[in-house]
């Protein structure tokens, strides 16, 4: 679910304040060394770097001159480690070294990115003095800032016996650079508050915070502090100012900064551009784009890698070709990243052949080639593939990244590759990339469709920073592991800590609707329209869905005659009326489909003939198998032949059934045969049913529903020595039948009865009135066939396949709410025949309306009756 794509990661603009102190030292590794020494009056780098010879013969010799002289000599020479190992062997450092020295220490750890040297040159120096000079303070502060270590910079900060603006954005640039936008937005007001005034270096530090918080009202506030300042006509200010504001999606500001400016890099370009992509205005970026070169300034690679991502977004096929050509013109075509853009964009418009063209043309595939390459095969329903050119980037030695991992995952969910997934699980802990959280919820997804809910728990909790994906792919998992109710326990904690999105919403309403958490759902539907979102995705659909599941069919036809151009929202109207048995009402339907001019498709067929085979008309059903083809062009599949077997099967033609079989184009799969074996079941054909039994059992899909179904119809004609065979191998193979369950919504509160559980806190209360009924009904003489029938073995049977948890939850629902209100219960397995006859007496004692739906019906019992068609019922069961 989770839409997985790798992306180049250089779409952000470069930031840095083009501070000759701080920010070359990031920017330009020759420039900033050989800086660093024409501070210290020292000989320049390249000049070094001609003599190594001498370079090092020098410095092997024991000094005699003075150590200062001779630990600068180490660092001009670039031998750090030396510089170290002299500095460590000095007995007395204190008034031996000098300030400068510790200053070109401090500059090469800098340089080198050298941790570990940096702190023993720290320690040394603390050693030495207890006030920081400016001077040193400020060399340490930008080492620190450079290593990622912001405590050490803090604490030399607070050490330092004067500060000037450097010092400043020195720090506020690490806070901001390293994601502390708070602190680093505190800092810049304490600087404020300490008179300095900040210079064009501080406002892309400062607005960069702002940007990536965001914060729009903030940001405006720094804008007005720029014009106080009157820093407005810096290119680099107004470019930041620029970032900030389409950062916090205000494109309209950012836009009138940008025409106002009387002069333009190519940066102030890229983010106005970039900005608009962004924001998901692409026509105005790539119009743009056009005046950019009638402007006389040619892309740069951030150009053309965010346009061809643009193209992407949009699925542009003509200018994603357009573009293309024009990289393959211009030199920047050399650089991978490009490459790399141009995969992404070929996968998402679907071309293939373009994508592997340019993918085996790269010489040197990066790890975002081969991820683009994965991704795009995996969300493009090709996850064979994925998985094969991950195996092939393993062979050639490429490391996978956090998004490889997460797209090869997909693929492994996709194709049930449970062992795969495990051991990509090992991987990524090993690398450490399963901290990102986008691998987490992957993972998350894997384990919950492998039907490992509890791994998929283990992985959720140990996410520190769970986003609204991991929390929707939670509820998801639980509520396909049928634990719905914990699902919805889950939500509730959700919205403490994040806004759902649609999708969490369309899950958690197909939670509800599986345990008839009516108030929940609506609840959710209150928040859906508060909140606009009554059109997004699959929302619309879900509240039908939850609404005609839920047995609620006002609400639900008020929500169907809002998108009546929607064939889903016509399907799910016909589904409900199939569950009911309503096959009159799906015709009409149907044929209101139909004249509003519908289209119908695969599986508006699927419902029809459902609701026909639950209604006994076989006429009409045959019918519309036969048009399906000539007047509608769908051709009928797998899932459509077993409708109508069920279809002749449920009327008793067991024998036309079977014909229909074998006359069939196609092989026939195990559900053809089990609605063959749910008829003869019914009709007691014990000959054909063997014969479907075999089938089913050679088939290799053996889901729990077709042993159920096969000792249901081995114990009604009575061969229990296959019903134990049968039994026996369930256990082996560790398929198990939920245990019986069902719900009932008290007060907006879900509560669930498992069978022959007796924790509920009003347990006793419960039995009572259960067993109470039970004296009723004896009273009655209605007792002996049901409740004390003499074959223990049916009684079993009962107990497993229904597990009578509806009684408990009936007598739960009569405890709780007010006489004559409408008792709705929903549970996860059949109804037996002894539950159904005793919620028909109890109906008919309380005089109170029952609603139950077990897996396959609707049933609604009054006065002792109930709608399924009660006869039917009888002899199916
Ligand atoms: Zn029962
Ligand atoms: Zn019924």
């Known amino acids: 679910m989770a839409a997985v794509s790798a992306k180049t990661p250089t779409t952000s603009l470069p930031l840095d304040p083009q501070n000759p102190q701080f920010s070359k030292l990031n920017s330009s590794k020759s420039l900033n060394f050989s800086h660093i020494f024409q501070k210290s009056h020292l000989f320049s780098v390249k000049k070094t770097?001609?003599?190594?010879?001498?370079?090092?013969?020098?410095?092997?010799?024991?000094?005699?001159?003075?150590?200062?002289?001779?630990?600068?000599?180490?660092?001009?020479?670039?031998?750090?480690?030396?510089?170290?190992?002299?500095?460590?062997?000095?007995?007395?450092?204190?008034?031996?070294?000098?300030?400068?020295?510790?200053?070109?220490?401090?500059?090469?750890?800098?340089?080198?990115?050298?941790?570990?040297e940096g702190c023993e040159v720290f320690s040394c120096i603390l050693n030495c003095m207890t006030q920081l000079s400016l001077r040193l303070g400020n060399a340490l502060l930008s080492m620190f800032v450079r290593l990622g270590n912001l405590s050490d910079a803090w604490y030399v900060f607070g050490k330092m016996e004067e500060r000037d603006v450097f010092s400043w954005n020195v720090l506020i640039g690490g806070y901001a650079k390293n994601g502390y936008f708070d602190e680093a937005l505190d800092l810049y007001q304490r600087m404020l508050w300490a008179g300095i005034r900040p210079d064009v270096y501080t406002f892309p530090c400062v607005l960069r915070t702002c940007g990536g918080l965001p914060d729009w009202r903030m940001g405006r506030e720094i804008h007005?502090?720029?014009?106080?300042?009157?820093?407005?006509?810096?290119?680099?200010?107004?470019?930041?100012?620029?970032?900030?504001?389409?950062?916090?999606?205000?494109?309209?500001?950012?836009?009138?900064?940008?025409?106002?400016?009387?002069?333009?890099?190519?940066?102030?370009?890229?983010?106005?551009?970039?900005?608009?992509?962004?924001?998901?205005?692409?026509?105005?970026?790539?119009?743009?784009?056009?005046?950019?070169?009638?402007?006389?300034?040619?892309?740069?690679?951030?150009?053309?890698?965010?346009?061809?991502?643009?193209?992407?977004?949009?699925?542009?096929?003509?200018?994603?070709?357009?573009?293309?050509?024009?990289?393959?013109?211009?030199?920047?075509?050399?650089?991978?990243?490009?490459?790399?853009?141009?995969?992404?964009?070929?996968?998402?418009?679907?071309?293939?052949?373009?994508?592997?063209?340019?993918?085996?043309?790269?010489?040197?595939?990066?790890?975002?080639?081969?991820?683009?390459?994965?991704?795009g095969y995996e969300s493009n329903g090709y996850p064979e593939k994925a998985i094969k050119t991950y195996k092939m980037m393993v062979l050639e030695g490429v490391m996978p990244d956090e998004i490889t991992i997460a797209s090869?995952?997909?693929?492994?969910?996709?194709?049930?590759?449970?062992e795969m997934g495990v051991k990509l699980q090992q991987l990524a802990e090993r690398r450490?990339?399963?901290?990102?959280?986008?691998?987490?919820?992957?993972?998350?997804?894997?384990?919950?469709?492998?039907?490992?809910?509890?791994?998929?728990?283990?992985?959720?909790?140990?996410?520190?920073?769970?986003?609204?994906?991991?929390?929707?792919s939670i509820i998801l998992g639980l509520r396909i592991n049928n634990r719905s109710l914990e699902a919805l326990i889950f939500f509730r904690e959700m919205t403490r800590h994040q806004d759902p999105n649609s999708v969490t919403l369309a899950s958690v309403l197909s939670a509800c609707s599986r345990i008839s958490a009516l108030m929940c759902g609506k609840e959710i539907h209150a928040y859906v329209l508060r909140n606009g979102m009554e059109f997004h995705g699959f929302l619309p659909n879900a509240l039908l869905d939850f609404y005609v599941r839920c047995g609620r069919m006002?609400?639900?036809?008020?929500?169907f005659n809002m998108q009546k151009e929607d064939v889903t929202a016509w399907n799910i109207l016909l589904t409900g009326y199939a569950q009911r048995g309503q096959g009159a009402l799906a015709m009409e339907l149907f044929d209101g489909m139909i004249t509003s001019s519908v289209k119908p498709d695969e599986i508006t067929f699927i419902s029809l003939?459902?609701?026909?085979?639950?209604?006994?008309?076989?006429?009409?059903?045959?019918?519309?198998?036969?048009?399906?083809?000539?007047?509608?062009f769908i051709v009928p599949n797998l899932k459509h032949y077993a409708c109508v077997v069920d279809l002749l099967g449920r009327a008793g033609l067991v024998d036309d059934a079977y014909d229909f079989i074998v006359s069939l184009p196609v092989k026939p799969d195990s559900a053809i045969w089990g609605a063959?074996?749910?008829?003869?079941?019914?009709?007691?054909?014990?000959?054909?049913?063997?014969?479907?039994?075999?089938?089913?059992?050679?088939?290799?899909?053996?889901?729990?529903?077709?042993?159920?179904?096969?000792?249901?119809?081995?114990?009604?004609?009575?061969?229990?020595?296959?019903?134990?065979?049968?039994?026996?191998?369930?256990?082996?193979?560790?398929?198990?039948?939920?245990?019986?369950?069902?719900?009932?919504?008290?007060?907006?509160?879900?509560?669930?009865?498992?069978s022959g559980d007796n924790l509920h806190p009003q347990s006793k209360e419960i039995n009572a009135v259960v067993e109470g009924f039970y004296e009723k009904m004896k009273a009655a003489h209605r007792s002996e066939s049901e409740r004390y029938r003499v074959n223990?073995?049916?009684?079993?049977?009962?107990?497993?396949?229904?597990?009578?948890?509806?009684?408990?939850?009936?007598?739960?629902?009569?405890?709780?709410?007010?006489?004559?209100?409408?008792?709705?219960?929903?549970?996860?397995?059949?109804?037996?025949?002894?539950?159904?006859?005793?919620?028909?007496?109890?109906?008919?004692?309380?005089?109170?309306?029952?609603s139950i739906r077990d897996t396959e019906h609707f049933h609604n019992f009054k006065d002792g009756r109930c709608t399924c068609g009660d006869e039917n019922y009888l002899r199916e069961t």
């Open 49 to 116: 770097h001609q003599n190594p010879l001498l370079s090092s013969s020098s410095s092997t010799s024991t000094p005699t001159t003075d150590p200062n002289s001779h630990l600068i000599q180490l660092c001009s020479n670039n031998q750090l480690e030396q510089a170290i190992v002299f500095l460590k062997s000095i007995k007395e450092l204190h008034g031996t070294i000098g300030e400068e020295t510790f200053v070109a220490l401090a500059r090469i750890c800098e340089f080198k990115r050298a941790t570990n």
């Open 224 to 375: 007005a502090h720029v014009i106080r300042f009157s820093y407005e006509s810096e290119i680099d200010v107004v470019n930041a100012l620029i970032t900030m504001y389409v950062k916090c999606g205000d494109v309209g500001n950012a836009r009138v900064l940008f025409d106002g400016m009387s002069k333009r890099d190519r940066i102030s370009w890229n983010a106005m551009i970039s900005g608009y992509f962004e924001n998901g205005e692409f026509l105005e970026g790539l119009m743009l784009f056009s005046s950019m070169r009638e402007f006389g300034l040619f892309p740069d690679l951030m150009t053309m890698t965010s346009m061809i991502s643009a193209c992407e977004a949009l699925g542009d096929a003509i200018l994603g070709r357009a573009l293309h050509g024009y990289v393959s013109r211009m030199d920047f075509y050399s650089d991978v990243s490009v490459h790399n853009s141009l995969i992404q964009l070929y996968s998402a418009i679907g071309n293939w052949e373009e994508a592997e063209k340019i993918f085996d043309r790269i010489q040197w595939k990066d790890v975002v080639s081969w991820t683009a390459m994965i991704s």
């Open 408 to 418: 090869v995952l997909s693929a492994c969910t996709s194709l049930g590759l449970l």
């Open 432 to 472: 450490g990339l399963i901290a990102y959280v986008i691998v987490s919820n992957t993972l998350i997804d894997l384990y919950s469709k492998c039907n490992c809910i509890d791994k998929a728990l283990e992985i959720f909790r140990r996410i520190p920073d769970k986003n609204v994906i991991s929390w929707t």
């Open 554 to 559: 006002t609400p639900a036809l008020n929500l």
């Open 609 to 632: 003939l459902r609701a026909c085979s639950r209604s006994g008309l076989v006429a009409e059903g045959l019918d519309y198998l036969n048009s399906m083809e000539s007047k509608y």
């Open 676 to 754: 063959l074996l749910n008829a003869c079941r019914i009709h007691r054909q014990v000959e054909l049913g063997d014969l479907a039994a075999k089938h089913i059992l050679e088939t290799d899909e053996r889901g729990v529903g077709y042993y159920v179904l096969l000792c249901n119809f081995y114990s009604d004609n009575g061969r229990w020595d296959e019903v134990v065979r049968l039994r026996k191998i369930m256990i082996e193979k560790g398929l198990t039948i939920d245990p019986g369950c069902s719900w009932i919504e008290v007060k907006g509160n879900v509560h669930a009865f498992l």
């Open 792 to 850: 223990e073995v049916e009684d079993s049977k009962a107990e497993i396949f229904c597990g009578h948890s509806e009684r408990l939850a009936i007598a739960f629902g009569l405890i709780n709410t007010a006489p004559g209100t409408p008792i709705w219960v929903t549970k996860n397995l059949y109804m037996c025949k002894s539950c159904h006859d005793t919620i028909k007496f109890i109906s008919e004692v309380v005089r109170r309306e029952i």
